[in-house]
């Protein structure tokens, strides 16, 4: 009898760069082709060639559309992929954004003529052209023996749980899973009758502690900005934490929670996907499609303003304080939070407050490591030239329950529901967790703990090693 095999071609000792391959009988399929991202060497990693011949490949599930799971596939595309990409049709809406704002930061990081671009504009449309979309729930067969589903897995808007069924045998990949519940989004569905998962662990060893707090915290750190007439600047993540937060701010400026002031959304982007979580409100939990049925616009509120160009950007400088800036990018990697931030950072009364998770080596890391002076490059500090010092005198203030990932124990709550366990702890069908998608120490306190507290085999794959699904 032949069995699957998966073989892991990234998202093993990182967070991000999701790259697996399936292969049954004549069949090649992968799930996730991602970027990856904040590592010294990623440049060069993510422009290899794949270690697989891609035009071999006749699927492509697509579990969610963050970067480290879609960036590569214009690559992917460009080597040879003539298959069919399959995604729920949010993540397809969304990575069609996605990828074109990803082309041109790509683009715009080429100096000196050193070209780190490693796929072309026309990749992009080439691959929206291969990508179907599959609504959750549905029961598709690729074949005679294979057959897919996807389930909600309530981490972005789109995002699914790919549940692949080779001739009975259930092999399930989680993509990232939400911190349910959320604020916007249902809770993390759960697959049945398992008997391979391979499960994310970006935060196998912790757990969020602030999460019931988070809305008091978040409330309570801008209201105190606003009193002092500072100005609160908002790294924001394009994908979820922007809606997230102009959801919150909705409530407490119409509940009359915190004052009315001037809020700018000054993110082309997060604009754009916005307005796609707009119209996609039948994806929403019940409290939000409940506001919604009442009338309420709940991405809308009085003195909300929708930057467009750059130019409306610059000006809002002229507004006076207090005031609340949205703006990408998440880590202050780049983007238009850079010019807000060189502005705000030596005025002890505003506040830098880092809803997201911030990587080493990025300055939203060196502002949260409680840095005395940042250098920001030139462009972003008005009128001078050269990369430039800035003194950090603002507050830095860090929430950081509104993560949309499963802490360490909701993990292990779902692999325990989804093997079945039952109260005697009888026999399960899972037969074996792969525990990928997080750091080494994340990924393997997990497994361990897969093993201690369940009693189910899991383990941390080797990169490029063959695993037989038997
Ligand atoms: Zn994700």
Redesign the pocket.
């Known amino acids: 009898m032949s069995n699957p095999k998966l073989t892991f071609y990234g998202g093993v000792g990182f967070t991000t760069g999701a790259n697996f391959l399936v292969e049954y009988k004549d069949l090649k399929l992968l799930v996730d082709c991602g970027l990856l991202q904040g590592t010294r060497n990623a440049d060069e990693v993510n422009s290899a060639p794949f270690k697989y011949n891609p035009s071999e490949i006749q699927f492509l599930f697509v579990t ?1 559309a ?1 970067m ?2 879609i960036g590569k596939i214009p690559k992917l595309v460009k080597d040879g992929f003539k298959g069919q990409i399959i995604s729920t049709f949010e993540t397809k809406e969304l990575a069609k954004h996605l990828l074109v704002d990803a082309y041109k930061i790509m683009i715009s990081r080429e100096r000196g003529g050193v070209s780190r671009n490693f796929y072309e504009e026309k990749n992009i449309g080439e691959s929206l052209s291969l990508w179907e979309s599959v609504a959750y729930g549905e029961k598709q067969q690729i074949n005679s023996e294979v057959s897919f589903r996807f389930l909600d897995a309530g ?2 808007l789109g995002s699914a749980i790919i549940e692949l069924n080779f001739n009975g045998k259930k092999v399930v990949f989680t993509g ?1 899973l939400g911190n349910s519940p959320s604020p916007l989004l249902r809770d993390t569905e759960i697959p049945e009758d398992v008997d391979y998962l391979i499960i994310e662990s970006v935060y196998g060893d912790r757990n969020h502690k602030d999460k019931e707090e988070r809305r008091e915290m978040f409330k309570k750190i801008i209201k105190e900005t606003l009193e002092r007439k500072g100005e609160v600047i908002i790294p924001a993540f394009s994908v979820d934490r922007t809606q997230i937060i102009l959801y919150e701010l909705n409530n407490m400026v119409e509940d009359g929670e915190l004052p009315s002031v001037p809020v700018f959304l000054d993110s082309p982007l997060a604009e754009k996907v916005t307005a796609i979580y707009s119209k996609s409100d039948r994806l929403f939990n019940q409290n939000i499609q409940k506001e919604i049925a009442s009338g309420d616009d709940i991405f809308s509120f009085p003195k909300l303003d929708i930057v467009g160009s750059a130019r409306e950007s610059q000006a809002i400088e002229n507004i006076p304080n207090p005031k609340i800036i949205i703006a990408g990018s998440g880590m202050s990697e780049g983007g238009r939070v850079l010019e807000h931030e060189a502005r705000a950072l030596p005025h002890p009364e505003n506040t830098i407050l880092l809803m997201g998770y911030q990587p080493v080596g990025t300055l939203g890391r060196e502002l949260q490591d409680g840095a005395k002076t940042v250098t920001l490059p030139a462009s972003y500090v008005k009128g001078k030239g050269g990369k430039q010092k800035v003194p950090v005198r603002a507050r830095i203030e860090s929430v950081h329950g509104y993560s ?1 990932h499963k802490d360490s124990e909701h993990l292990l709550e779902f692999v325990e529901k989804s093997a079945g366990v039952n109260e005697e702890n009888q026999k399960t069908k899972l037969k074996k967790v792969f525990v990928v998608m997080g750091e080494p120490k994340s990924s393997l306190f997990l497994v361990q703990r897969i093993r201690d507290y369940l009693d189910i085999p899991a383990i941390y794959p080797e990169e490029g090693k063959e695993y037989e699904l038997i």
Do not use: Q, R, Y
Request: hydrophobic share 25%; proline share 0%; glycine share 0%.
């Open positions: 969610h963050h480290d799971h981490h972005i990232d949309a």
